[in-house]
């Protein structure tokens, strides 16, 4: 959890994060002072863990496949004193 100002209008904003079995959070709060009193922003993002482990997955194998790729279609390795 993080609170800081905001911006130059003299705002606060306070983050949260949260973490489940289920689901991952992020909470956003910005409270805005006004003539009358102030006014308060939201922001919520919610996702569930399994599109979180899915899309992990997916860059998971998008890095392997861009490392193959830039070490090129050899995979043999020589060690000193192997090849002359």
Not at 21 to 28: G, I, K, Y
Not at 36 to 42: E, Q, Y
Not at 56 to 75: D, E, F, L, W, Y
């Amino acid at each position: 959890m993080t609170g800081s100002p905001a911006t130059s209008r003299g705002s606060f904003r306070l983050d949260m994060d949260f973490h489940s079995r289920w689901f991952t959070s992020h909470l956003a709060y910005e409270i805005e002072p006004t003539v009358d009193g102030c006014v308060t922003h939201i922001q919520q993002r919610l996702a569930d863990i399994k599109h979180l482990l899915e899309q992990a997955a997916i860059m998971n194998q998008t890095r392997s496949m861009a490392k193959a790729a830039a070490v090129g279609p050899s995979t043999e390795m020589i060690l000193p004193g192997q090849g002359d």
